[in-house]
């Protein structure tokens, strides 16, 4: 049976090879002819499947006997046995000792195999013991030097907001594209895919001559620590720690290193089983070339998409037309009612709403019901300056712990809209916390569930509740959750968002801004939606304004109704 491998992962299979290889055997030799050969491998014109067939592996320079016989394995099986038994002789986590900046291949093969050291863990137990020191060819200086590694690799674990990867990306993505020789620069990875916490940032090179290339990043010192992990990859560190990876190619194959350093995995192995990797200077024309429609980066979570016969149009920040959830002086905001109207209309938004904590929000400094008389009165004047910004007034009132909403229905139906949030009790039993948000739900007032989970991303999980339910409920009582925008928050999840569309929940898109500058929290939000998939139709907020007023009103006329 011939089963289609591309030569990028028979090249990686080889590379893999040489790499246990230079673990336990001295002669250098050896692992570096699995190299070439997979250098090799990845640079070949004619057709690996081809050649395989008609028996002329052999025939090209650079690949050996020892070496042919793997590839024409792993071409017709998809694997190699010999890479399998290679494998069973380590533990799995070995080659994670490679982020220990002291440590090559061949150091690691020695501490495991005299002191069976296997991963970070049982290194700093061997060198705080002082066994490493006694090893030949390490010493007090070494074993000292790993110590100080230990820390530098357990910091290169780290992990990151979305936000910061995005702006640490950017910047070094400018900066490599104005070196000369590089002709092409695009930041991939878990960042281009906006997944929330991301673990490194991924940057994608064209240039004619990557040697070149490499000499000029390296000569830029654009990072900390910047080593060569191979001919086509630098690894270093940027701000915080964050591990960076540089992807060198030609710009022929940029194409691909887009698509393959993107990822994710399930997505370039779903993508490979359609297609190829071949010579493409986008992304975009490779996807044509395959004949396959293009999958936006934030969708590639796994090959599903790949599947699905018709494209979607993401929503954009640009489809947004106006948003709620501002917060002002009044309560823990930083600007007046007035600068972030300001900046709402500069900002190009038809429509602003306005919502201040309530009473029960002290810590906010929550607003009295005679604040908020004062508030109203100063909307109404702020609201004349800003025409024709159309001001919402609203306000972000507590769910208390028995799930009534603060303030109550007569001031709660002097409110344009409504957003219900848990700012208090966050350690709640699960069944209490549920019926605590659906009695908050069946309150007609409420217009929007705010940061539905409480959770902050990198500080503290958010509390648990029984979400069906209460997407159910939100369905049911016409109640939008919100997709709030602060990069700490990204709450909902996307994961989740996916779920509670599916179910009937409307949604819209917040940025809980304390500052002006915060109110670009919009955009971090178009980040959740987008990877939940989601069309500008299917958002509240790029509706235009006089069908946002329309609405509001029917719902609020519908809540005094109720009483
Ligand atoms: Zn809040
Ligand atoms: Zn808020």
């Known amino acids: 049976m011939i089963v289609a491998m591309d030569k990028w992962t028979v090249a990686r299979t080889l590379d893999e090879i040489a790499q246990y290889i230079e673990l336990s055997d001295p002669n250098p030799f050896r692992a570096r002819a699995f190299e070439k050969a997979a250098r090799k491998v990845e640079t070949l014109e004619a057709d690996l499947g081809d050649l395989v067939k008609r028996g002329e592996l052999s025939s090209v320079s650079g690949i050996g006997k020892a070496t042919g016989a793997i590839i024409e394995e792993i071409v017709n099986t998809g694997q190699s046995r010999y890479l399998d038994e290679l494998r069973e002789q380590y533990p799995p986590g070995i080659f994670d000792l490679l982020r220990v900046p002291a440590l090559g291949l061949k150091k690691i093969g020695v501490l495991f195999s005299e002191l069976g050291v296997s991963d970070l863990e049982t290194l700093e137990q061997a060198a705080r013991e002082g066994r490493v020191a006694k090893l030949k060819g390490f010493g007090a200086k070494t074993q000292q030097k ?83 992990l191979d001919e086509n990859t630098l690894r270093g560190t940027g701000r915080e720690d964050v591990v960076v990876f540089i992807h060198i190619v030609t710009p022929e194959n940029f194409g691909s290193c887009v698509l393959v350093t993107t990822g994710s995995r399930e997505f370039v192995e779903g993508f490979l089983a359609h297609g190829k990797l071949t010579k493409a200077r986008t992304e975009h024309d490779l996807f ?22 018709k494209r979607v149009t993401l929503i954009q920040p640009t489809d947004l037309r106006g948003t709620f959830h501002i917060h002002t002086t009044y309560s823990d905001g930083r600007h007046s009612v007035l600068q972030m109207l300001e900046e709402a209309r500069e900002r190009g938004f038809e429509y602003a709403g306005l919502s201040d904590h309530s009473q029960a929000a002290f810590y906010a400094r929550g607003l009295k019901p005679d604040d908020l008389k004062r508030q109203h009165a100063e909307i109404d004047r702020a ?146 939606a987008r990877k939940a998939g989601l069309t500008a139709k299917q958002i509240f907020n790029t509706k235009p304004v006089d069908e946002v007023a329309e609405y509001l009103a029917a719902r609020r006329k519908r809540a005094l109704a109720a009483g």
């Open 288 to 309: 044509e070339k395959n004949g396959i429609a293009f999958v936006e980066p934030e969708l590639r979570e796994d090959a599903a998409p790949l599947k699905k016969k």
């Open 146 to 228: 790993i110590l100080e590694g230990i820390e530098v690799a357990r910091n290169r674990t780290s992990k990151h907001l979305l936000t910061f990867g995005l702006h640490a990306g950017e910047t070094l993505r400018e900066q490599l594209a104005s070196i000369d020789v590089i002709e092409d620069a695009e930041v991939t990875g878990s960042v281009r895919r906006r997944l929330e916490v991301i673990q490194n940032v991924n940057i994608a090179v064209a240039a004619r001559d990557p040697k070149k290339a490499i000499a000029a990043i390296k000569k830029r010192k654009l990072l900390d620590a910047i080593e060569e």
């Open 383 to 528: 609201s004349e300056e800003v025409a024709p910004l159309r001001v919402f007034r609203g306000t972000e009132a507590d769910i208390l712990n028995d799930g009534a909403i603060d303030y109550g229905a007569k001031i709660l139906s002097k409110f344009d809209f409504v957003i219900a949030s848990i700012h208090s009790r966050f350690g709640m039993e699960k069944d209490e916390m549920t019926d605590r948000i659906l009695r908050a739900l069946d309150d007609p007032h409420v217009t929007f569930l705010g940061h539905a989970t409480g959770r902050k991303l990198l500080v503290r999980d958010g509390y648990t509740f029984e979400f069906d339910k209460i997407f159910d409920r939100c369905a049911e009582r016409g109640v939008m959750i919100e997709i709030n925008g602060n990069p700490y928050r990204l709450d909902l999840d996307w994961r989740h968002v996916r779920r509670a569309i599916d179910r009937g929940v409307g949604f819209s898109i917040h940025p809980d801004a304390h500052s002006t500058r915060e109110m670009s929290h919009v955009i971090s939000g178009t980040w959740v």
